[in-house]
Each structure stands twice: as C-alpha cells, then as structure tokens.
C-alpha cells in the first residue's frame, strides 16, 4: 500500500509549522539556489574537464566534462526543491507507527521537522561537492551534509516512535 492511499484515511493536518521550521524550509531552498546561481557564474571560467568523483580524502580520482556539474546543480536543485515541497505533506509519509488521531498531529510535526532537516543535509552535501569542484577542499561541508542527513533521520525516527506510542 503506498503512502498516497493512506492519506485518505489519516486524520487530516490542524496544526500550522512553527516559525523555526518554516524559516529553515526557507533557508535550505534558498541556498540550494544560492548554491545553483554560483555555479552557474562560475560556469564560464572552470576548466573544460572537472573532477567527478572523489576519495573519502577529498582527492580528485575521476574526471569529467565541465558541463557535468550543470547535471549535478540541475538534479540538487531539483532535490532540494521536492524535499521542501514533499515536507509541507507530512500526511502523505510513510511512518514506523500507526497514526492516530490522537497522535497524528504530533506525528505531523516531527515528521516534516525530519524532512526539513533531510533537506538542510542535502544542502550542505550540495554545498560541498560544489566547493570541491569549482573550488577544491569542500570534503568538510560534504561530510557534514552526510552527518546532518544521517542525523535529522535517526532522531527524526526516534522522535516518530516516541509521539507514536
């Protein structure tokens, strides 16, 4: 059964985002496109092959055409943007308990701070393979987006379970 015909039968959304999810909503699509309008300003100046992939170091071990990095600003734009589009329907998530309706609104809640929180670690993931392409040594912000992204699901989850019960 997929989330979408679950929505029907889950108590319908009451309460509205606080200020400091909306705000940090805001923040990671504006940086994604932040983010995106600085790689394509750099565009015209990168070399016409540019690192791809990197080692665990942060050392170039693969190399591309330049034109790879607009694939990659393209899909993390669009990313970032079905993260905070798909974090204001929390109803429609699939959750490791039951929703009730008197825990769906608390459920609700945690649920779309998880994706906002997925979404700022996608940003800074975002942010850092940027850096290190056009800039090199972006390693650091690229391993923080992974922490952040492990970090927002796991406490997410466990915060799920403890509004489920």
């Known amino acids: 059964m997929n989330s979408r015909s679950l929505a029907p039968s889950r108590p319908a959304r009451s309460g509205t985002t ?20 600085w790689i394509i300003v750099r565009y015209p100046s990168l070399p016409d092959t ?5 080692t665990v170091s942060g050392q170039a071990d ?15 734009l669009l990313l970032s943007l079905a993260l905070a589009a798909l974090s204001v329907r929390p109803r429609l998530f699939n959750y490791p308990v039951a929703v009730t309706a008197s825990n769906a609104q608390a459920i609700y809640r945690e649920g779309e701070r998880m994706m906002v929180g997925t979404l700022l670690g996608v940003v800074l ?16 912000l690229t391993v923080s987006g992974i922490v952040l ?8 989850i466990v915060r799920l379970v403890r509004v489920g019960r």
């Open 149 to 156: 992204m492990l970090a927002a699901t796991i406490i997410g």
């Open 50 to 54: 540019v690192a791809t992939h990197f």
């Open 18 to 37: 606080g200020p400091i999810t909306r705000g940090l909503r805001w923040l990671g699509v504006l940086a994604a496109g932040g983010i995106t309008a």
């Open 62 to 76: 693969d190399w591309g055409p330049k034109w790879s990095i607009l694939v990659l600003a393209g899909v993390m």
């Open 125 to 140: 993931l975002y942010l850092g393979i940027a850096w290190s392409v056009v800039l090199t040594g972006g390693t650091a």
